[in-house]
């Protein structure tokens, strides 16, 4: 492109540009000359370069907005159409952000899921037990401020995610500690005796395990576990009740099937009120939805009499240390289970969290973290070991 000169002065041509000087011009060539360098006066010049450099601007943000464009559309499309997809590479990249990696293990003809970090060392190796209808990456919050020199198990609850789901599966509580002591062979973890972490259903499972098979465990935290047989039943437990009476297991409060489902129960479950979006809610419920009759089926099996109070029933068998932390404003399974455990177990701590409801896990992650360090440093310290680091 090429310079324009300033004004009253003369543009340049091509051709003088070029250095291809004419001939002393005739008459003729000196009228086809001044025609020819008119072409390139200020006058008519100047407005067409500009004008094509302009559109050359505007090509350039074209393209360049263009390529921006592709991944941004490529986000909101995912984020209004595909909202489960979205979830899903959340937890992936969170996965490999955190260090964890995915592993299978089979017994038998049984396969089970699960992630980890770290290797066994002097430390208690940690087994993570998640709650009813979530999945191994629920812990991810709290894995996340966990020291990284400790090795750490979350596996995914019998039928749920990638552990296997079977029509011919028991699910009551008996049923998933067998199953769970399995996925504790295949791995050898109880080589040595680890610690134990179980929250809601997945605490009314630790719980059994710590009470059927006390030489796997050295210790155990249990997170507002399930299990417990009250002398009053709160409002939850109530509506459940009336919910069991008129057969009407499509309305159970955890199991949502639409957005505004969804809402009601990350209200229920949670003290801090999260602002979700329409399509984040959408697609929770999405991710869900396919799974949907399997949790009506485990939820009636776990509080059946059988499974119902399960724990209840055998926490004056657990023998090791054991730590309790609950929210305070749980509105889901009553505070005051807590001090029910304290009074069965011999040595055992009890943590209250303020303002924290039944999602302990999600509203207090660090502190959750925090908690269960400072418990296996107070309950494994030795002499050169006081604290874990």
């Keep these: 492109m090429w310079d324009l000169p300033g004004p009253g002065i003369e543009p340049v041509s091509p051709a003088l540009a070029g250095g291809f000087l004419p001939a002393a011009p005739s008459g003729k060539s000196l009228r086809r000359s001044f025609n020819t360098l008119s072409l390139f006066s200020p006058c008519r010049c100047q407005p067409a370069l500009k004008r094509r450099m302009d559109l050359d601007v505007v090509n350039m943000f074209v393209i360049a907005g263009g390529t921006l464009a592709i991944p941004i559309l490529a986000f909101v499309a ?10 899903r590479i959340y ?76 029509s011919l599966d028991d699910l009551s509580i008996d049923g ?24 809601s ?29 009250y002398s009053t039943d709160n409002q939850f437990v109530q509506r459940l009740k009336e919910l069991q009476e008129s057969a009407a297991v499509e309305k159970i409060p955890l199991i949502p099937s639409t957005p505004e489902e969804m809402s009601e129960m990350l209200q229920l479950c949670s003290y801090v009120r999260f602002r979700v979006p329409q399509q984040i809610l959408q697609g929770l419920v999405d991710v869900r939805i ?17 499974s119902r109070y399960s724990l209840h029933q055998n926490m004056d068998k657990i023998k090791v240390p054991t730590q309790i932390i609950w929210g305070k404003q749980d509105q889901v399974l009553d505070v005051s289970g807590a001090d029910m455990l304290a009074k069965s177990i011999a040595n055992c701590q009890v943590e209250l969290l303020e303002n924290c409801g039944h999602s302990v896990v999600m509203e207090r992650p660090r502190k959750t973290a925090k908690l269960i360090v400072d418990f296996l440093a107070s309950v494994h310290s030795t002499d050169n070991d006081k604290k874990l680091d």
């Excluded at 995912?78 to 979830?87: D, K, V």
């Excluded at 949790?295 to 059946?304: A, C, D, G, P, Q």
Aim: net charge positive; glycine share 8%.
């Design 78 to 87: 995912s984020f209004l159409l595909w909202p489960s997809a979205l979830i």
């Design 91 to 166: 937890y992936w990249y969170w996965r490999r952000a955190l260090g964890m990696q995915v592993r299978y293990v089979r017994h038998e003809d049984y396969q089970f899921c699960y992630s980890f970090r770290g290797r066994p060392g002097n430390k208690p190796s940690i087994l993570m037990l998640h709650g009813f209808s979530a999945h191994k990456d629920m812990w991810l919050s709290v894995v996340k401020f966990l020291p990284k020199n400790l090795h750490l198990v979350c596996v995914d609850m019998p039928g749920h995610e990638g552990t296997t789901r079977s």
């Design 176 to 199: 998933q500690v067998k199953r769970i002591h399995q996925f504790v062979e295949c791995l050898k973890l109880n080589k040595k005796p680890f610690h134990l972490i179980g929250t």
């Design 201 to 229: 259903m997945g605490g009314h499972v630790a719980g059994v395990y710590a009470a059927h098979y006390p030489s796997d465990v050295c210790s155990l935290s249990l997170v507002c576990p399930a299990g417990l047989q």
């Design 290 to 306: 396919p799974h949907n009759n399997f949790y009506r089926k485990l939820f009636l099996e776990i509080v059946s009499e059988k």
